[in-house]
């Protein structure tokens, strides 16, 4: 998905809510709920939520800490700090040890503890992201997970895809039971910055505004490769197994031109090393010795071969799902060439 956040937009969504009396936790709350609302890959289908936590002063001249989520009736794309309403932190908290709560004790408690009671009502969701202990969580229905969850085998398909930053949640209607679910499922493994939803969507969460953003666009789910492991365009299929496809560069590069990527959902090297589980990252690995064999060009059966990974823009990488090259079947040549 096409990344828009901008440091120069950033700096004037600052500007313009300091100017009408805002911090800039809200300028950029609502800055990135605005990309978020914007992009119709994610909130095709409506809904979708935002929140962030932090400190207001109420008219009794008290400094509060509170959670600004997105309250009923606003459109995500067109948002004001008027449609985040502020509600106390502290007693969302105080109800982290509760067994249950009816939908209509929760909306009325949300309602009792807003800053200002004539905002609009808080989000369904305000427990489920007052329990997550990141200043900036995002929510969207994003189309490209519902199409990966919506499915027979969606749990078994997502473990396989989603790396082990990433916990997988079984659906439960939203209300104070999805965020007593969020809170166990995140109290076993601290270390996600990313929850999938079966059924329902995806939260990301970090404690600056651009990296919950960047999570939830992560991974383009167009991109070339990404289509060819959903069999949406054809291949020419070398090898597969759980964890890894390989198959012929389409403009081979030498006389043997491979391409080895995961089927997980890795943009490059780096996400792949930060995110993906031991399991996965050995499987890459032995699937590029794998490939070597099979094409007769590994150390064992021919005469050897380069393998290569582009990553980003300095490092030339046109496709954003992590892939190696594997040239072969001739001299490869010089590494990199010699500029005289
Ligand atoms: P990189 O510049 O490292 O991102 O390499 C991307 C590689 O993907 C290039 O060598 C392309 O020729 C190759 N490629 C692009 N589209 C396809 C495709 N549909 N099938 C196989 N290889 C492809």
Redesign the pocket.
């Known amino acids: 998905m096409k990344n828009n956040w901008s440091n120069t937009k950033a700096i004037k969504y600052i500007k313009h809510y300091e100017k009408l009396g805002h911090s800039k936790d809200m300028a950029l709350r609502v800055y990135t709920t605005r990309l978020l609302g914007r992009n119709p890959e994610l909130v095709l289908h409506g809904g979708g939520n935002t929140s962030v936590k932090t400190t207001v002063r109420d008219v009794d001249g008290k400094n509060y800490k509170v959670l600004c989520v997105k309250g009923s009736g606003w459109d995500m794309a067109e948002i004001e700090p008027a449609g985040l309403p502020a509600v106390k932190l502290e007693p969302l908290l105080a109800f982290k040890n509760k067994k249950y709560l009816s939908d209509e004790d929760m909306v009325a408690y949300q309602k009792k503890n807003l800053i200002d009671i004539k905002s609009p009502n808080p989000s369904v969701e305000t427990f489920l992201h007052a329990f997550l202990p990141f200043k900036f969580v995002d929510h969207t229905h994003s189309d490209a997970i519902m199409n990966v969850t919506n499915r027979p085998n969606g749990v078994k398909f997502c473990k396989k895809i989603f790396g082990k930053k990433v916990s997988i949640v079984p659906y439960v209607m939203p209300g104070f039971g999805l965020a007593k679910k969020i809170q166990e499922v995140y109290s076993k493994n601290p270390n996600i910055n990313c929850l999938i939803l079966l059924n329902h969507g995806i939260f990301t969460f970090a404690d600056d505004a651009k990296t919950s953003y960047n999570l939830m666009i992560k991974y383009d789910n167009n991109n ?2 990404a ?2 492991l959903r069999s949406e ?4 299929k070398i090898y597969e197994d759980e964890f890894v496809l390989s ?7 030498k006389k043997i ?1 491979a ?1 080895v990527i995961p089927k997980g959902k890795y943009v490059n090297l780096d996400h792949f090393t930060n995110d993906a589980s031991d399991e996965e990252i050995v499987a890459l690995i032995k699937g590029i010795n794998t490939v070597a064999k099979k094409l007769g060009i590994s150390i064992d059966v021919g005469g050897g071969y380069r393998t ?3 990553i980003g823009s300095d ?6 799902h992590l ?1 190696f ?1 594997l040239f072969g079947g001739e001299k490869v040549g010089k590494m990199i060439e010699k500029n005289d």
């Open positions: 070339i490769f289509k060819i365009i054809p291949c020419e198959f012929y560069d389409v403009k081979p590069q031109h391409l290569l990974s582009n490092g030339g990488q046109e496709v954003p892939h090259h």
